[in-house]
């Protein structure tokens, strides 16, 4: 027991020892057709007869974090590396490159082996582009939970550091209820207790059990209360994970055959969405996962 408590302690000095107050900035960076939620709405003439958005979506966002002097985390699908070399070596120049699948499938469709060969897919395309190691994973949809803890074993067999898919709290399929709500070393039977296992995971940030660390919530919440809660965060817990796609910052809307008010949710605010995302950018400090990790240990 007295050794659990020790542990415990070990994992939360991560965050809580001289804390920064800095945001941890990510963004996951699939095409906009590998959205879980679109997905069984799409056939390939409607993917191919649309902008992937790739291209468009990530310079404004690059642009930005140029001009304020930030260098966030991208977690980056094999798929996009694939066809977009250049664009991951030209984000490895100012950002840390992290892994999020090869297929951006979610781990509760699939078991070990077959996710195990897609992250590997995904680490290798990745290190060959930008010729050096990467040590952090996302998974798709933050889809780890209780059933698909074989992510853990998955991790450590292929050398990365850091996870960041957990949402401390049960919202739909997805999370894990009174999960740890701070980083913490996760080992493959659970989600609460500082174990000691190798992999460090980074916990969302939610309020009340909304997962307020970006995507539809950042959309959706009216700035200055999005603004106040994460403030409220950094006091409370000194830790705050914030994530958005580059799609969800670009005013385009993909003409795909789902009802509409699936479409109206996933596109909740897109209008605005990068001048919110710039007025956020200005009033916080921000690091990426790599530079915090270095930061505490
Ligand atoms: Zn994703």
Redesign the pocket.
Known sequence: MEQKKNNHRLGHHYNVAGGTSKIILSF???HWY???FLRKYLDKSTIINQPDLIKESLSPILDLLKAKGISATF?I?GKVAEKYPEIVKKIALDHEVAA??YS?EVLYDREFEEYFEDIKRNKGILENIIGKKIFGF?A??FSLNKQTLYLVKILEELGFKYDSSLVPAKVGPHGVNKASRLPFRLSRDNFFDDLGGKIIEFPLTTFCRMPISGGFYFRFIPYFIYKRLVRRQLIKENYFVFYG?PHEFFNFIPDVKAPRWKLKLKYWGIKNSFKKLEKFINDFEFINFQAYLHDKS
Do not use: A, G, N, V
């Open positions: 996951d960076f699939e590998d959205s879980y977690f699908t999020h699948s951006h996302r798709p949809c796609h």
